[in-house]
């Protein structure tokens, strides 16, 4: 959804919030607030989904409307938030102090060009073999194809990638980083995926799966990566000040020289 159709819609919604003050109340809302929900609802859909959750279902059109499109959106914005928000949380600043590293829209270019065409090819593929198939058989099957076909598929790209955004520049550093990580990453997925897919079996249509998964995949990676990057943080401490400091002095990462081959981040995306 672009910055233009937004200012537009909330100019609408400005528009007719004087109407709106006068009396008119919108359909499923209080009217305690009647100028927000006159923008709310423009933003969102109109006044034909007033009183219904609207974000939501701007949000299912744009997908129904731009899939692949919406999709790369979404998980280019949840992988740099991911990566920003776990900068924060360790501590982890560029050498001008900043938590908005080099790290941050690499990120987010990996889960737009990269993550989401893969996972809406590949959730696509999985949905198109287990078409119109609701049978229990059916739904163990695809649980099953997913954790053993499509997430070694995707995880192994997603440590590729890793490598190559953490510094990685020969083919020895980015297979040591596959070899090192992958079996690692396939737990957290294995634990994880069964779950997530049959909770998209029950209660999702087919068209949220890819952005459900994405979800969780930010969950799980923000906290993977928090830990990760103090561990290398306290590593790199330890390294260059002993034990002693290791707890009491700061600095940060680019103040110290790299520790051998670029490890995981966090869990790619299940699906």
């Known amino acids: 959804m672009s910055v233009k159709f937004e200012s537009e819609t909330i100019r609408r919604g400005v528009e007719k919030a004087r109407d709106l003050l006068d009396g008119e109340s919108i359909p499923g809302t209080s009217g305690k607030r009647p100028l927000r929900a006159a923008i709310g609802t ?36 949840l992988a740099g938030a991911q990566e920003l928000i776990a900068s924060w949380l360790a501590k982890d600043r560029n050498k001008h102090g900043n938590y908005f590293t080099s790290r941050v829209p690499k990120m987010a270019a990996y889960g737009a060009l990269l993550s989401a065409p893969v996972g809406h090819f590949l959730i696509w593929l ?31 790209i997603y440590l590729v990638a890793m490598a190559l955004i953490a510094g990685a520049r020969t083919f020895h550093q980015v297979r040591a980083t596959v070899r090192i990580s992958f079996w690692k990453v396939m737990k957290v997925s294995w634990v994880t995926s069964p779950i997530c897919l049959a909770f998209a079996q029950k209660f999702l249509p087919d068209q949220l799966w890819v952005p459900f998964f994405n979800l969780v995949s930010f969950v799980i990676g923000t906290y993977i990566n928090t830990v990760t990057k103090k561990k290398r943080l306290a590593a790199l401490r330890k390294k260059h000040f002993g034990s002693a400091g290791a707890s009491s002095v700061g600095g940060r990462p680019e103040d110290y020289p790299p520790m051998g081959p670029p490890g995981s981040i966090g869990p790619n995306p299940p699906y």
Do not use: C
């Not at 859909?45 to 731009?66: F, S, V, W």
């Open 42 to 77: 423009a933003i969102t859909g109109g006044r034909g989904n007033a009183g219904t959750k609207g974000y939501l279902a701007a949000y299912i059109k744009q997908i129904e409307e731009n899939p692949l499109r919406t999709k790369m959106l979404t998980a280019g914005t």
């Open 126 to 156: 999985l949905q198109k073999v287990f078409s119109n198939r609701t049978s229990l058989r059916s739904k163990i099957l695809q649980i099953l194809a997913s954790n053993l076909i499509i997430a070694p598929i995707q995880n192994s």
